[in-house]
């Protein structure tokens, strides 16, 4: 909260993963996802998201090291729950793990991680980021026994997937919007810092950014198109614009 009381807006966090999917495109150097989350910093992003997938087909190891020796914020490390990405993740120490569900054939990750059928394989994965000091968030349909299974797994937050919400129109998104507001609410209420993401746009971020009890935005689609357009830093300050907006 700031000085009058109002609580603060929430903090945006850029995933720079489409700048390498750029790069991948032709197999070569350019452009650099370690160069667009300095820009994305300089420009007010107060975190960097990336996700190395178990295929590699945007983010590499190589730009995780150098992520990790860059980012001045905090660097968020998307991964699947396997004893592979763990290793990485012990080894490199982000500032921040999410767990998220990952399937080869997607373009994207399509949907919240179950919780609730894998309490076992999760509450030891969490374990063993949480004993090597890395804290853990969960991404999740926004519905309350997946928040219930997250706290119960040992995550400290939960990020509330946003498609829904994102892809919506009419009664559809208002219907997505509450429900968010609600696992919000409840997440929060539970313990949990709660962040949100997932098909977040220019047009459709400031009424998830009102949401009272959501902390980060984390956005990277969006972001990376319109600095197709108009540069990295203006992408970003735009954004964060948005986003500040939400809240008065």
Same mark, same amino acid.
């Given at each position: ?44 992003? =107060? ?16 730009? @995780?090291? @150098? ?9 968020? @490390? ?23 569900? =990952? ?76 429900? @968010? ?24 971020? =400031? ?7 959501? =902390? ?33």
């Amino acid at each position: 909260m700031d000085r009058s009381g109002a609580r603060r807006a929430p903090r945006l966090a850029v995933n720079v993963d489409h700048i390498a999917t750029i790069r991948q495109a032709r197999g070569g150097r350019e452009p650099d996802p370690v160069a667009a989350a300095v820009l994305a910093e300089l420009a007010g992003a =107060e975190g960097i998201i990336v996700h190395l997938r178990e295929d590699r087909r945007h983010i590499q190891d190589r730009d @995780l090291r @150098l992520l990790r020796e860059t980012v001045r914020t905090r660097l968020n @490390l998307e991964m699947a729950a396997t004893d592979e990405m763990v290793g990485i993740a012990v080894a490199s120490r982000p500032d921040l793990v999410t767990l998220v569900p =990952e399937r080869r054939q997607e373009l994207t990750t399509e949907g919240g991680l179950e919780v609730v059928g894998q309490r076992a394989r999760l509450t030891a994965v969490v374990g063993r980021l949480d004993g090597g000091g890395i804290p853990v968030s969960l991404f999740i349909a926004p519905e309350e026994a997946q928040v219930e299974a997250a706290k119960a797994v040992g995550a400290s937050l939960v990020e509330l997937h946003t498609g829904r919400y994102a892809e919506g129109r009419g009664e559809a998104a208002r219907e997505a919007l509450a429900a @968010l507001i609600r696992a919000a609410r409840f997440a929060a209420g539970a313990g949990l810092s709660v962040s949100a993401g997932h098909g977040l746009t220019y047009e459709n971020v =400031e009424p998830v950014a009102a949401i009272p009890e959501v =902390e980060e935005l984390n956005i990277g689609h969006s972001i990376v198109a319109r600095a197709t357009l108009v540069g990295m830093e203006r992408a970003v300050r735009e954004m964060v614009e948005r986003i500040r907006g939400a809240r008065g």
